[in-house]
């Protein structure tokens, strides 16, 4: 443990960002999955464009957050979309 007050004060406040941050990955990666497996099930494309928003929401909002690289986020959100596509297609 840190002995300086400030130091002592940043160890606190690095603990509570990760905390925040791991919140935040396990919400982003509950999102995806949940359009993963949507279209695993055969959902509606209705459904699937409401979750694919959603999702696409949270990896935005993550990379404004810095949680994910831009470019780490656009490359989730554009694979994410081309399986939507796929799976609307295909009924």
């Given at each position: 443990m840190a002995n300086i007050k400030s130091a002592q004060k940043r160890v606190r406040q690095a603990d509570?960002?990760?905390k925040i941050n791991l919140?935040?990955?396990t919400d982003l990666k509950t999102a995806?999955?949940?359009v993963l497996t949507a279209i695993e099930s055969g959902a509606t494309s209705d459904k699937l464009k409401e979750l694919?928003?959603?999702a696409e929401v949270k990896l935005s909002r993550a990379?404004?957050?810095g949680?994910?690289?831009a470019?780490?986020?656009s490359r989730k959100i554009s694979r994410l979309a081309k399986k939507v596509?796929?799976?609307s297609t295909k009924k």
């Open positions: 509570k960002r990760r919140a935040r990955k995806v999955k949940k694919m928003k959603s990379k404004g957050k949680l994910l690289h470019k780490t986020a596509v796929g799976a």
